[in-house]
């Protein structure tokens, strides 16, 4: 299983500008740093950037279930569970 840091770093990849993607994805700029300090994303960040960078529905679905296990939220375990 991937880390959803991992997409992060994807994105910093190809443009390692943290600001241009805050600004392409109407975060705040804390949102990508915070996010690094944890070493995880949020769902819905994890979402608005795998659709950035173009990942395929079910490579942004496999993203999005990452970042939601790694929140350790019971309620996103159960509803992950339920989806597949």
């Known amino acids: 299983m991937n880390r959803s840091i991992e997409l992060l770093d994807k994105a910093l990849t190809r443009n390692p500008n943290q600001s ?11 949102v990508l740093s915070n996010a690094k300090q944890k070493g995880r994303l949020s769902p819905p960040v994890a979402l608005k ?36």
């Not at 173009?54 to 309620?75: I, R």
């Open 49 to 84: 950037l795998a659709r950035a960078l173009g990942e395929s529905p079910n490579d942004t679905d496999h993203w999005v279930a990452v970042a939601a296990l790694e929140q350790d939220d019971p309620t996103l375990i159960r509803l992950l569970r339920k989806m597949g």
């Open 20 to 30: 241009y993607w805050c600004n392409e994805l109407g975060f705040t700029r804390n």
